[in-house]
Structures are given as structure tokens and as C-alpha cells.
């Protein structure tokens, strides 16, 4: 059973910057396209951005340019970069593969307020 978790979100002031991590206890970063997921209070899930196992990415619009994808698939651990941060990006941040998601993790909280 994998296991997904995320961890690194903070409270930080508009744009500011911060580095999530995604922990996979389970080899998925080498055999699926992973990607990193926001809900924000009252709005549905959203993909922010996905990385494939030849290290490929994209992004949603709204971050592209801001957020930066990656992973070590060594460590099966993924990681979303977020800099400029706004208040809009507030958000529960989750990783998951993008194809066949496993069991959500917890998430991890990103605030972005002065």
C-alpha cells in the first residue's frame, strides 16, 4: 500500500517562497506521472502541476512561471518549489499519482497572508 506525504507548508507573507515535500513510500515517482494538488477552502481540488518519469512538467496556468516541479527518484520524494507567493495560492497542497491516484494523503497547509 503506498503511502503519500506531504510536508513544508507554512504560514509566509505575499511573495515569499517555500519548498513541499512530497514523501512516496512506495517506488511510484519511477513508474507514474506524479503531480501536486491544491483545494482551497470552498473550491474544488486543482492540478497545479505534474512531472512524468522522464522528468517532463507542466503547469496550470495560474502558477506557471511561480511553481517549479521536481523529484528524486531515488528517494521517492517530490518536491513543489512555490515562489511569488499570493494570497490566492492559499491552499491545502497534496501529491498524488495524476493517471491512478492512490489514497490522498494528508496535505499540507500553505497560507500566504501579511
Known amino acids: 500500500q503506498v503511502q503519500l506525504v506531504e510536508s513544508g507548508g507554512n504560514l509566509v507573507q505575499p511573495g515569499g517562497s517555500l519548498r513541499l515535500s512530497c514523501a512516496a513510500f512506495?517506488?511510484?515517482?519511477?513508474?507514474?506521472?506524479m503531480g501536486w494538488y491544491c483545494q482551497a477552502p470552498v473550491k474544488q481540488l486543482e492540478l497545479v502541476a505534474n512531472?512524468?518519469?522522464?522528468?517532463?512538467?507542466e503547469y496550470a496556468d495560474t502558477w506557471k512561471g511561480r511553481f517549479t516541479i521536481s523529484s528524486d527518484i531515488a528517494k521517492n520524494t517530490g518536491y513543489l518549489r512555490m515562489n511569488s507567493l499570493k494570497p490566492e495560492d492559499t491552499a491545502v497542497y497534496y501529491c498524488?499519482?495524476?493517471?491512478?491516484?492512490?489514497?490522498w494523503g494528508q496535505g499540507t497547509q500553505v497560507t500566504v497572508s501579511s
Open positions: 498524488n499519482a495524476v493517471q491512478r491516484p492512490y489514497t
Open positions: 512531472i512524468n518519469t522522464g522528468c517532463s512538467t
Open positions: 512506495g517506488r511510484i515517482f519511477s513508474t507514474y506521472t
